[in-house]
């Protein structure tokens, strides 16, 4: 008797938590969503006073530039994102993704515009690749580079060393941070509250600095440095790297512990040291070449760059984990090929490993390292993705305030108004270090965007040509009717995308073998536009006739397809699927790419991108590894298609 299978249970943070449980959640919130933006005072405001940019730290000059950090804190995060973005939850997950699919479940609109929401959308998730290699790179670089406020002899090492670290941060990864992860909310912690203590210190000498508050200081700073002060955004705008990951990490802890994170802890934080930091340039404008290290007395640089390490550490596992995230869900939405998703936490849903991308984020750190060398140099590389980002979700946003919450024109115009051009200034400033490195993150999003609509495309038109060759289901099972196939005892499930028609491996599998079982399940997976599905709502199963049934199982775009789970809802039903008896037969295309359309009229691309596709398509990782089928009682069914 076979035992009942029992899937795992994802658990949700609750909507409003109180009291020892919101500040658990907070604490948590603390550290996976606020470590990047964190770690923006190693090196942010040196940034800004960086000889390219051609302005001094005096007086008023530190004032404005502090005013500019105030405000793009306050207007970009706080406001937009925290108040604004966190709204636009789709079943309580988060992110630019979630966003899109939360934009196509309602009034889809023409195939114009859905192909520019889209767009607008992957273009997003392809812009935070980018990111994902830089923040690591930078930050660590940042946090050695400490080093050379003890002694310069140590310059040499900060390269090597940072590589080191950075590898150290990659093997881990398959390992999981489950049992790391408990020690990031107290350790980002103490990071902040020693960001508070230094900055509160440094402002007690000089608390005028505090004045800078007012906007009036940002106005005469551009006023008095004139066009560099459009240029110099470009290098403001790396105090507000990391803002995306509020919304991107939304389902792990809900809405208000991110709130109160932010608005009790990181925020004042933040803004103390950067103040701080300021004071110290007008006591000493010399200590420009490391403004933040030199908060901290000398008898405490080391710890400080042990803490700093840390801390950078923390926040690149924050970036490597929402890559993680976003090639899951894209992934489930067709719009990347299989590849291996390892859960490393029992517990935490959201706790996956990928090694492709592990792979490519480690190769893309280290190269970022030995290119650029300093962080000084990765700043100029830094900032187009993020604001990029910043754009694209503030277009999104409109687009759902207006189709599905129905705000008035007007409401919708203001919002778009107000940080649309905010946003469209910090990336416009961004952009003009393209060549001094910016470049960089660009290319990657435009080859992962490039990928991304390669494989969603070429597996519609992979469907077409399936669709053309296949039987419809209703004269294939008149012909078992009437020329009656040889039965043979067990269970045999036909893994197709197709849920109409007949698959062709089922097809092959009969003209080759001659035989058929005596239960056939037409197994397909599909994925909704929402986070997760319901229990209920995951399998319908639709009795065919002569021994067939097409099981569809429908799973968020937030789970993985679970073949156990829908198999143990076949045997509730009555259907004879026991494991031991049970059989999968998969089909797999070997893709012969040809110029134009397959035939007249049918979809097609351009010849470049059906070899990309043909190339993706062998190198995905196979159905019997994703869907975690037993291999011993898999049959795998080869043909060769044109398209």
């Known amino acids: ?77 706080t406001v937009k994102y925290i108040v604004f973005i966190l709204r636009a939850d789709n079943r309580g997950e988060g992110g630019i993704l979630a966003m899109l699919a939360l934009i196509l479940q309602k009034e889809p609109g023409k195939r114009s515009n859905r192909f520019l929401v889209i767009a607008i959308g992957l273009m997003g998730a392809a812009l935070l690749y980018g990111d994902g290699m830089i923040t690591p790179a930078i930050s ?26 950075l590898v150290g941060l990659f093997v881990a990864q398959k390992f999981g941070t489950a049992r790391v992860g408990a020690f990031f909310g107290p350790i980002t912690l103490l990071w902040f509250a020693v960001l508070a203590i230094l900055g509160t210190l440094s402002l007690l000498k000089h608390p005028g600095v505090l004045a800078a ?15 560099a002060g459009f240029f110099i955004m470009g290098a403001v705008v790396l105090v507000v790297t990391g803002g995306e990951a509020l919304y991107a990490d939304m389902g ?26 300021g004071a110290l340039l007008l006591t000493d404008p010399t200590a420009i070449e490391n403004p933040f290290f030199l908060l901290a007395p000398r008898a405490l640089l080391y710890p400080m760059v042990a803490l700093a390490t840390m801390a950078t550490v923390i926040a690149s596992q924050a970036m490597i984990s929402g890559a993680f995230s976003i090639t899951q869900q894209c992934i489930q939405l067709g719009y990347s090929p299989r590849m291996t998703i390892t859960h490393t936490s029992a517990k935490e849903f959201g706790q996956i490993y990928i090694p492709e991308i592990n792979s490519a984020l480690a190769v893309g750190c280290l190269l970022m390292v030995f290119g650029f060398r300093s962080s000084e140099a990765l700043g100029a590389a830094y900032g187009i993705a993020v604001t990029g980002t910043f754009v694209l979700s503030t277009i999104l ?78 004269t294939f099972l008149a012909d078992i009717g009437d020329h009656p196939k040889t039965r043979v005892p067990g269970t045999a499930v036909f893994m197709t995308s197709e849920i109409q028609g007949t698959p062709v491996v089922l097809l092959h599998h009969l003209k080759h073998n001659k035989v058929l079982h005596e239960t056939v399940i037409l197994m397909s997976i599909r994925t909704a536009d929402v986070p997760e599905t319901q229990r209920h709502e995951r ?43 049970t059989s999968y037969y998969l089909g797999r295309e070997q893709l012969i790419p040809r110029s134009g359309p397959w035939k007249k009229g049918a979809m097609s691309m351009n010849i470049f991108r059906k070899k990309l596709f043909a190339v993706m398509s062998r190198n995905a990782r196979s159905a019997t590894q994703y869907f975690q089928l037993p291999p011993n009682r898999v049959v795998e069914l080869g043909t060769q298609i044109e398209f």
Not at 550 to 577: H, S
């Open 1 to 77: 008797m076979t035992a009942e299978y029992k899937p795992p249970e994802r658990h949700h943070v609750e909507a409003n938590p109180t009291g020892k449980r919101l500040a658990i959640l907070a604490l948590g919130a603390l550290g996976v969503v606020y470590g990047d933006i964190g770690t923006s005072p190693l090196y942010a405001l040196r940034e800004v006073f960086s000889e390219k940019y051609g302005i001094t730290p005096t007086p008023e000059h530190v004032l404005g530039v502090l005013s500019l950090v105030f405000w793009a804190l306050v207007l970009v995060i």
């Open 140 to 165: 660590v670089l940042s946090a050695m580079e400490g080093l050379t406020v003890v002694s310069d002899a140590f310059e040499p090492a900060v390269v090597p060393l940072s590589a080191v670290i």
């Open 213 to 227: 508050v007012n906007p009036l200081y940002a106005l005469r700073f551009f006023q008095d440095v004139g066009a």
């Open 252 to 277: 792990h802890f809900g809405k208000r512990p991110i709130r109160v994170a932010w608005l009790t802890i990181a925020l004042p934080a933040l803004l103390l040291n950067y103040f701080g930091q």
């Open 397 to 474: 946003y409109s687009i759902i305030a207006l189709r599905r919450w129905h705000w008035p024109l007007w409401k919708v115009l203001a919002f778009l108004l107000v940080f649309g051009v905010i946003d469209v200034v910090l990336f416009s400033a961004s952009a003009s270090k393209f060549i001094h490195g910016g470049w960089v993150p660009v290319v990657v999003a435009i080859a992962i965007f490039t990928m991304m609509t390669t494989w969603k495309r070429g597996r519609l038109i992979l469907t077409e040509r399936m669709q053309d060759i296949s039987l419809p289901m209703e």
């Open 539 to 581: 399998v319908s199963i639709e009795a065919l006739g002569h021994g067939f049934f097409r099981v569809i199982g429908t799973y968020g775009f937030m789970e993985g397809p679970d073949v156990k789970e829908i198999l143990q809802r076949c045997r509730d039903a009555g259907i004879a699927a026991r494991p031991l008896d």
